[in-house]
C-alpha cells in the first residue's frame, strides 16, 4: 500500500511523527526583548490543535548581538528557559512534535540591528551598502566558538522542552554562506572545495549530537541551490546531504534561494533560466517539465502561467529588468536546468485529477528533491509550492520525500492540515502578493513582512485577512531593510550574480 500524508514516519533517531505534514520555519517576528511572549505562545498553540506531525520555528538566534530581524528569539543562557518551556508546552499539547530552527545570520544582520557583521569572508551582501555592512571575515577560533554556541542552544532547546532541533543552512544565513563559493572566499580548511566549505555545518552537527544525546532529532535545512552564478549548486548540494546522512542527521529539508535571490518564496519556481532567452520559458526542458506536470499539449499552462514564472502578468519582458534576469538565469551555462528524472512524472500522477495549472505550480524543488534522494536514505522534507493533497500524496507515494512542508499556506489557515489529512481533493488558496507597482513587487522580503503581519494577527487572536493590503507590509520591513530596498528600487542595473 502507498504511503500518504496521514502515515506515521519514524526517524532514524526513533523518534516517530505522526503524519506526514509540517510546519516549515516562518519568520514570526514576534519576540518581546528577543524572548517568546504571549503572541507566539497563541500562534504556536494554533498551529498545534491543527494536526500537524511536525512543527518548526522561526529563527531562534544563537547571538542576541547579532540578529536577522528586531523581533528575533534569542535563546543563548538557561535565565528565561520558563518563557520557552511555555511555549513548547502550548505548541504540542495536541501530539505534535516542535522543534527549534536554530540559526545565525552572518552577513545578512541587518546593520541597524546588529553591533558588529560577521561572515566567512568580508564581502558584503549586494542589497544596499547601508543596510548590511561589509563583514569582518571570523578569525578560526571565532568559528570554533560558534560551534559551541550552536550546541549550546541545542542543549537549551532540548532543556525547554523542545522535541527536536534544526540547523539553519539556507537562504544565505550563515551555515549557507559557509557552503557558498560567493561568500566563502576563505583558503584555509574553512573555505575553498565543498570538502572544507562543509566543514562548519558538519562540525556542528557533531557538536550538537554530543550535548543532545543521540535519540534527540536533530535535522539541517539546506538550498537545492543559491540560485546566482558561481554559487552553491546541486551538485555541491549533494555532497552536504551525503555527509550529513553519515554524521546522523535524521531529517534533511530542501528548500532554496538567499536574500539576494529569494527562490524560497516562489518567486523563481522553475529552475535554471537561461538569462538572455527572449521566451517566457527557457529553452532547457523546463517546459518538458511543466508540460508533463500539466497534462497537456501547450508548453505553458494558460492560467496561472505568471505564478510559475513570479512575473507581473502585464510586463513585455520575459525577465523583470532589476538584474532579476542574472538571479533567474545562473544555469544558463549548463545544458541542462533540471534533473532528467521522474519528478515530472510525480506532478503528473497529480495533475490527472487537478486543474493543469495548479500540478504545474506545486513543489518546485522535487525534481532536485528526487536527486537527492537517489544518493540517501535518510528521511526528506520538501517545502515550497504545495498546496493540494493531491500532489502532496503523489510526493510522498512516489518515495522521493517523506514530509511535505507547508509555510505561508499555514499563515493563511492555520489549520488547513486537518483539512489536507480528510479530504483528498482539499487544496489551499493563496493569492499573490502585488501591491501592483512592479519594481515593489519584485522583492521577495515584501511576502515576508506581508506573513508576518498575518503570523501578527493569528498571534492576537484574530483570522488571518486575505484582503490585507501588502503595502501595509512595506513600514513593517523597517530601517532594518529600507535602505536596501530603496538601493534595488532605483538602481536598475542591479547585479546579483556575484
Known amino acids: 500500500m502507498n504511503t500518504h500524508i496521514n502515515a506515521a514516519l519514524q526517524l532514524p533517531c526513533g523518534v516517530t ?4 505534514l509540517a510546519k516549515s520555519a516562518m519568520s514570526e517576528n514576534l519576540a518581546v526583548e528577543n524572548l517568546p511572549a504571549e503572541k ?21 538566534m544563537i547571538d542576541g548581538n547579532e540578529l536577522g530581524e528586531p523581533n528575533n528569539v534569542v535563546l543563548e543562557d538557561a535565565t528565561h528557559l520558563d518563557a520557552f518551556r511555555t511555549w513548547t508546552s502550548g505548541a504540542k499539547k495536541h501530539g505534535s512534535q516542535i522543534w527549534a530552527q536554530i540559526n545565525h545570520p552572518g552577513r545578512q544582520a541587518p546593520a541597524a540591528i546588529s553591533r558588529e557583521t560577521v561572515a566567512p569572508s568580508a564581502i558584503q551582501l549586494k542589497m544596499g551598502s547601508l543596510a548590511f555592512r561589509t563583514p569582518r571575515e571570523l578569525t578560526d577560533a571565532e568559528i570554533h566558538a560558534l560551534v559551541a554556541k550552536y550546541a549550546r542552544t541545542a542543549a537549551l532547546c532540548k532543556e525547554a522542552g523542545f522535541d527536536g532541533v534544526q540547523i539553519h543552512g539556507a537562504h544565505g544565513y550563515l551555515v549557507s554562506q559557509f557552503l557558498s563559493p560567493l561568500a566563502n572566499r576563505r583558503s584555509d580548511r574553512w573555505g575553498g572545495v565543498i570538502a572544507n566549505r562543509m566543514r562548519f555545518v558538519q562540525e556542528i552537527v557533531r557538536a550538537m549530537r554530543a550535548q543532545v544525546g543521540k535519540n534527540f532529532p536533530i535535522s539541517v535545512k539546506i538550498n537545492s541551490a543559491d540560485f546566482q552564478r558561481g554559487g552553491f549548486a546541486e551538485d555541491d548540494a549533494v555532497e552536504v546531504v551525503k555527509m550529513l546522512e553519515r554524521e546522523g542527521v535524521d531529517l534533511i529539508e530542501i528548500s532554496g534561494g538567499t536574500y539576494e535571490s529569494a527562490a524560497m518564496t516562489g518567486r523563481q519556481e522553475v529552475l535554471g ?10 529553452q532547457t526542458g523546463a517546459q518538458d517539465v511543466l508540460k508533463s506536470a500539466a ?11 505568471k505564478d510559475v514564472l513570479g512575473f507581473a502578468a502585464d510586463t513585455k519582458s520575459s525577465l523583470p529588468q532589476t538584474g532579476a534576469k542574472d538571479v533567474l538565469g545562473f544555469a544558463a551555462d549548463t545544458k541542462s536546468s533540471l534533473p532528467q528524472t521522474g519528478a515530472q512524472d510525480v506532478l503528473k500522477s497529480a495533475a ?11 513543489a518546485y524543488f522535487l525534481p532536485f528533491a528526487e536527486k537527492i534522494r537517489q544518493s540517501i536514505k535518510i528521511p526528506l522534507m520538501l517545502t515550497g509550492g504545495f498546496r493540494s493533497a493531491q500532489a502532496m500524496n503523489a510526493a510522498i507515494a512516489s518515495g522521493t520525500i517523506d514530509i511535505v512542508g507547508l509555510a505561508r499556506p499555514l499563515a493563511m489557515e492555520p489549520h488547513l492540515a486537518r483539512r489536507l489529512l480528510t479530504d483528498t481533493n482539499a487544496q489551499a488558496t493563496l493569492k499573490p502578493v502585488k501591491t501592483g ?21 493569528l498571534g492576537e487572536g484574530k483570522d488571518a485577512d486575505p484582503k490585507l493590503s501588502p503595502l501595509l507590509a512595506i513600514p513593517l520591513l523597517g530601517l532594518n531593510y529600507s535602505s536596501g530596498i530603496l538601493s534595488r528600487l532605483f538602481r536598475r542595473d542591479t547585479q546579483f550574480s556575484g
Open 437 to 457: 507597482i512592479a519594481a515593489i513587487d519584485r522583492l521577495g522580503v515584501l511576502e515576508i513582512g506581508y506573513f508576518s503581519l498575518q503570523l501578527k494577527r
Open 17 to 20: 511523527l505522526k503524519n506526514r
Open 295 to 305: 497534462g497537456t499539449k501547450s508548453s505553458l499552462p494558460q492560467t496561472g502561467a
Open 273 to 282: 533560466f537561461a538569462a538572455d532567452t527572449k521566451s517566457s520559458l527557457p
Open 40 to 60: 507566539l505562545f497563541r500562534l504556536y498553540e494554533t498551529w498545534g490543535a491543527g494536526e500537524l506531525g511536525l512543527i518548526v520555528t522561526g529563527n531562534i
Open 352 to 362: 490527472g485529477t487537478m486543474p493543469s495549472s495548479t500540478a504545474a505550480r506545486e
